[in-house]
């Protein structure tokens, strides 16, 4: 069965950094694009950062580009987000998920397969 397991989340003060890791079971990860979305309280799950499944390739939200960077590991079938300068309204629920078709992978409906999520507060 298809598994995405995240980690990494907790509570910072803003300006800090964290990094978030998406452990993937073996079919679920190779040979997808992975993404990580966010969910604020009160707020609909909106697109944070992608990535190609060779990792040539990466989106993001305008929202967190120079702060953010995605990556991965195929070897450990693992996914990250670094996370600078954080923001309190980076605060959220962050999600993996593994992409379907072509990119730019920066919409819900393009997506398959979801973590959990791992919480993440930045308090001011």
């Known amino acids: 069965q298809a598994q995405l397991v995240e980690s990494g989340g907790g509570l910072v003060q803003a300006g800090g950094s964290l990094r978030l890791s998406c452990l993937a079971s073996?079919?679920?990860?190779?040979?997808?694009?992975m993404g990580w979305f966010r969910q604020a309280p009160g707020k609909e799950r909106e697109f944070v950062a992608a990535?190609?499944?060779?990792?040539?390739?990466?989106y993001y939200a305008d929202s967190v580009k120079g702060r953010f960077t995605i990556s991965r590991d195929n070897g450990k079938n693992t996914v990250f987000l670094q996370m600078d300068s954080l923001k309190p309204e980076d605060t959220g629920v962050y999600c993996c998920?593994?992409?379907?078709?072509?990119?730019?992978?920066?919409?819900?409906?393009?997506?398959?397969?979801w973590g959990q999520g791992t919480q993440v507060t930045v308090s001011s």
């Open positions: 073996g079919r679920t990860f190779s040979g997808y694009a």
């Open positions: 990535i190609s499944y060779g990792g040539a390739t990466t």
């Open positions: 998920a593994r992409a379907r078709g072509r990119g730019p992978w920066t919409t819900l409906t393009q997506y398959d397969t």
